[in-house]
């Protein structure tokens, strides 16, 4: 199984440029979400997913948006890129728990994005 | 919003040194996890803790829950320079985390 795939790896947008991540899972898990991780600021939620069909915002959703139409994957699309995006961004995987833990959370290895 | 402090921020210790690495939060959270990141990488799951007061052990790691469910504590006993890395701990549910900022630890050989 390849778990979470990322891609692309690394990506140079000028500003107001529009992207997409892919991220795709083969696990068949139930949940996905979309982080992204600055330095000194930890990983922070963009957008999740709690089934085909079904999103909703996390922490810091402005400037992207997502949709989920199938289990494996969940794209994050920037709409017009800003310096301010410049991050490392990663999408996890993660399924129901018996006791509301997150269990099998699974993350991808990133996509650097550079926006300049 | 549920914030986790991590501390220490950095460490640097000699290979066969024992550390303990904290997790605090004013909240209750109904888990916790440990994650371990290398450069270039994502995290990689090392444990989940839901019950009070729980401890897990992981060969040479040990997690703890605190009885309030506002804590958790990562202790490495005789630490190798293979567990040099990024430890983040974050709280949360089904399909949402809050992340701490993480410990960087360097284990020199």
């Known amino acids: 199984n390849a778990g979470v795939t990322q891609t692309p790896k690394f990506q140079v947008l000028k500003t107001g440029q529009s992207m997409t991540l892919q991220c795709a899972q083969d696990?068949?898990?139930?949940?996905m979400s979309w982080y992204r991780q600055d330095p000194g600021m930890g990983l922070r939620l963009i957008h999740y997913?709690?089934?085909?069909?079904?999103?909703d915002q996390g922490e810091v959703p402005n400037g992207y948006n997502v949709s989920r139409s199938t289990t494996e994957d969940f794209p994050l699309r920037l709409l017009s890129a800003a310096p301010s995006q410049t991050s490392v961004y990663f999408c996890?995987?993660?399924?129901?728990?018996?006791?509301?833990?997150?269990?099998?959370?699974?993350f991808g290895s990133g996509t650097r994005l550079t926006v300049v | 919003t549920q914030l986790l402090e991590q501390s220490p921020q950095f460490l640097s210790i000699q290979e066969g040194e024992n550390l303990t690495v904290y997790c605090n939060s004013s909240?209750?959270?109904?888990?916790l996890q440990w994650y371990r990141q290398e450069p270039g990488e994502g995290p990689v799951l090392l444990v989940t803790?839901?019950?009070?007061?729980e401890v897990k052990k992981l060969k040479r790691l040990t997690f703890q829950f605190g009885d309030a469910r506002k804590d958790s504590s990562l202790h490495i006993t005789a630490a190798q320079p293979g567990d040099t890395g990024l430890y983040l701990c974050?709280?949360?549910?089904?399909?949402?985390?809050?992340f701490g900022k993480g410990t960087l630890l360097t284990v020199n050989p």
């Open positions: 996890a995987s993660s399924y129901r728990g018996p006791d509301r833990a997150g269990y099998g959370y699974t």
């Open positions: 696990m068949n898990h139930e949940y």
């Open positions: 997913s709690v089934g085909a069909g079904i999103t």
């Open positions: 909240s209750v959270f109904s888990s």
């Open positions: 803790v839901v019950t009070g007061g």
């Open positions: 974050a709280g949360g549910s089904n399909y949402k985390l809050t």
